[in-house]
């Protein structure tokens, strides 16, 4: 809301994801920005007062109604998923496990003595 839904607006949308290997990254993108405003407004001050704002007083800015709704979004998604290609899901998940988890091949090692 603090970046869209203002006047101006700084962008159309703002999407974020999450990326897991040896570290966890999370990255938030802007879409459809305003390059006028790009130039007027300082986004990392910006973005920065948002997300502090946000988990100040232990997290007193998070609405726990929108959240509880996208989680259940997202998990009917990710069912859905795992329902209608369940090769694609499991694949990944070893694949990656095998390529970033440090003990993956000591585990393995350890269960079949």
């Given amino acids: 809301k603090a970046l869209v839904e203002t006047e101006p607006p700084f962008c159309g949308e703002i999407r974020h994801s999450l990326s897991e290997q040896s570290v966890f990254l999370m990255y938030v993108s802007l879409d459809s920005v305003d390059m006028e405003q790009l130039s007027k407004r300082d986004i990392g001050a910006e973005v920065t ?24 979004q997202l998990r009917r998604k990710h069912l859905s998923e795992v329902e209608e290609s369940p090769h694609d899901f499991f694949s990944g998940e070893i694949i990656g496990s095998f390529m970033y988890a440090p003990d993956f091949g000591h585990s393995a090692a350890a269960a079949t003595s």
């Fill in 49 to 72: 007062a948002v997300l502090e704002a946000i988990v100040k007083e232990e997290g007193a800015g998070v609405d726990m109604e929108r959240m509880a709704s996208v989680i259940k």
